[in-house]
Structures are given as structure tokens and as C-alpha cells.
């Protein structure tokens, strides 16, 4: 499947705002905050909350190394979503995004978006405890940290959150600068900072652990998977970088142990998904370094039948890589024989069969999933195979109702754009790629694109005032997003 990635961002930083600042916690055993007459409701509103993180998931996405693999986005999202369906006091949509770093670290923000590093599959043992991570920061937005942050820094001093939004932005555009500005804005207000973040991160471990065993996983999982964070920092000259944004003391990874010890225990097997996308983030997103190692393959290959299918899979992913795509597919075809309709495979097996420039059969073998109609990453592998088999009016068929679905998937809009582009649909062109650029955060460029498209049609046709009203929306986004342009 094709696979997008967007460079530059300072992830650091935006993990170090985002995810560390907040107030000391108020919640009492239970993970239920009080009704939202709250001093941080006063402060932030639901819906303002989810206009700033609109706001920044289009910068992010601009900006960031984001990994777009609709499979391991796919993933991401469905293991997010079962641990939200178990948590408590939920008033955002949650999303979670995959960022392509080496350095392990998460964080939430705004309007229930969570980020990941791809590092955490590297360092995760088992599902459950990438699930601890997720239900932690699952626990920041829940708990409203963000805003109560806001809240704080409204009473102490006003003008430090604005200036530190500010320089976060700063840094996506200039790095240098922004880290800068960002340094003169907090110098002043950093041990502050500090003493309150510990309270948070322990909340969300309590809050975290409780969706956690909801869920179905392992509550030891959270400390045995903190307590390897602390061995890394006491052995390394510099501490992972999740530590800098989530401070660990001993007294936080002491209380998560004692309150796992006192859940029922659980016993929990990782799912065949967690360890295909462990294998695929590791072999394909691993910023030059060879993460997939023949001693991993190795011992998945000695584990349980999901691992050694998750072995096999890598092998036929290295030899992909190598576009090798004969061992490729001698490596993968008695796995795609045995589970016919696994998206994992078929999509692989898409891959090499256009490596082979055998579009036909990828069609074909596609046409024929069972659950082609369900699965959306099946979707874009046919319609991206139509588009390599010279077909690009059956892909613009799939694409049209796929981007109707899924608005902000990129991958879909960028194919339609390619697919309209060969059919000779200029203003459809145009207008696809107006949708990339308005995810993108890029508002200006969407409107020119679309303000191009509009000119390419009959005047006072259907089509130019589809076009034109959608000019008018991303004119009112604008206007919405303004204050946080200004911050």
C-alpha cells in the first residue's frame, strides 16, 4: 500500500507543553471528575476544546512525521477505542495519531487527540502494556488537564500559556526559533511547571489503570512497563524522552504497583495485531535504523502461533524492502492462504504484486475480500491498485464514496486528486487536492485550489456552487481558527 510521512516537528516540545503541563489532581477514588461547572469549564469549553484541537491536528499533520499507514492507523485507533469505550467522564471524539520517532514517548491535547511514538512498539512487550500508555494519556483528556492547566496559568500568570501556544507554532514553522522562544517564555515558571505535573501523571496512572482492567488487559502491565522506563534512566547518560514530558519519581511507579496489586489479576494475551504492527512499524518506520532484527524475528518465530506468524509476516516485509519480491511472496503465501481475508496480508500482497506490475491480479484478489465493503484499508488498496492498473475511473468510483466516510483521511483525497488528474478532471483535481491542503492546516493554499477549481466550470453550474460554498466554509474555519493563529 502506498505510505505517506510528513517531516518536521519539534515532538518534543509539543509533548513537553501538551502532555506535561496540568493541575494538581482533585478526583476521588473513582475516575468521574465533577460536573462541568468546574473552574476548568469556566475556563474551556467542550466545544472550544474541540475547535483547538481541530486547529492543531491540521498543524500537526502539516508538520509532523505522521505515519499514515492506514493499516497501522487502523490499529492504533481500534486498540484507542476499546479502551475508551471502558473510561469514564468522555466528552470528546478521541483519535489517535502515530508519529514515525525513535524517541519513546505519547501525549494528548486538545479534543481527545492522542499521539503516539512509533518507539513504543519497539519497547512494548505485549499489547497490554501499550495499552497502559494509551489509557494514561486517554486519562489526561478525560481528566481535562489540559484545561485545567489553562486554568491555572490564568490565575498565575495569564500571559505564559498564550506565549507558549505561540512558540509551539513558532517551532513547527522554525525550530530553532521556536525552541527559543519557547525557553525565554517558561524560564520563569518552570519549577511550577514541575511540581504540579507529578500530581497529573499520577492521576492519569490511577484513572489510566482502571480502563485498563476494564478493557480486559493486564493492570501489572502499567507498572512492570513504568518500571522498565526507571531501569533506562538509571543505565543511560540521558532519560528517555517520555520522561522528560511524564516525571516518574519512585513514589508514582510505588503507587501504580500498589494499585495493581490490588485488582483482580488478569490474564491476557497480546492480539495477532499487536504483533503485526509491532513487526511492520519496525521494519518500515524506523528512521534508518534496522529495528527489525534477525534476533526479534528469532524469537517471535520460537513464540506462540500469533508470533510466528508475525515472524513470517516481517520476513516477507524484508523482502519486500529489498524488493526482493519473489521471497516476498514465497515468504507471505502460505500466511495469505490460511487467513484469505487478513487485511495485513492482502495488503502486502498488493504491494508485491504491483512491484511485479501484476495490477490485475491485486484487483482481482481484492474484488473477492471478504470484507472489502467493512474495511477501509482494503478500500484504498483496491482503489489504489485500479490506479496502477491503468483503471483510474473505478478508482475515482471507490474514492468518491471513501472520502464521503472518511473526510480526513488524506491518503483518500490524495488518490482521488491522482486519479481525477489522469481521467483530465482539472477542477476535480484541484478540489481533491484542496481537501489535502485544508487537513493540512494549509487554509490559504485550500482556498486558492478551490478558488482554481471553481474558474475551470460553467458559470452558475452545480458544480462551481459546490465549489464556491466550499470556499465559504473554509473562510468561516479561518475565522475560527484566528485566535489560535494569534497566540
Known sequence: MFRQLKTTLVATLIGAMLAGQALPAYADSGDQLPDMGTSAGSTLSIGQEMQMGDYYVRQLRGSAPLINDPLLVQYINGLGMRLVSHANSVKTPFHFFLINNDEINAFAFFGGNVVLHSALFRYADNESQLASVMAHEISHVTQRHLARAMEDQK?????????????????????????????????????????????????????????????????????????????????????????LTHPLPESRLADARNRANQMRPVVTQSSEDFYMAKVRTLGMYNSGRNQLTSDLLDALAKGNVREQHAAQYGRALQAMQDKNFAEARRQLQPLLAAQPGSAWYLDLSTDIDLGLNKANDAINRLKTAPDLKNNPVLQLNLANAYLEGGQPGETVKILNRYTFSHPDDTNGWDLLAQAQAKLGNRD????????????????????????????????GSLQQARYDARIDQLRQLQQRFRPYEKM
Do not use: C, H
Open 155 to 243: 490565575r498565575s500568570a495569564p500571559l505564559t500559556w498564550v506565549g507558549a501556544l505561540g512558540s509551539i507554532l513558532l517551532a513547527m514553522a522554525s525550530p530553532q526559533a521556536g525552541m527559543a522562544a519557547l525557553t525565554g517564555t517558561l524560564a520563569g515558571t518552570q519549577q511550577g511547571v514541575i511540581s504540579f505535573t507529578q500530581q497529573n501523571e499520577q492521576e492519569a496512572d490511577r484513572i489510566g489503570i482502571q480502563v485498563l482492567q476494564r478493557s480486559g488487559f493486564d493492570p501489572q502491565a502499567m507498572p512492570t512497563f513504568l518500571e522498565k522506563l526507571l531501569d533506562q534512566a538509571r543505565y543511560s547518560t540521558r532519560p528517555p524522552e517520555i520522561l
Open 428 to 459: 476535480q483535481e484541484l478540489a481533491a487536492r484542496a481537501e489535502v491542503m485544508a487537513l493540512l492546516g494549509k487554509l490559504d493554499q485550500a482556498i486558492s485550489l478551490l478558488s482554481g477549481a471553481s474558474s475551470q466550470v460553467k458559470l
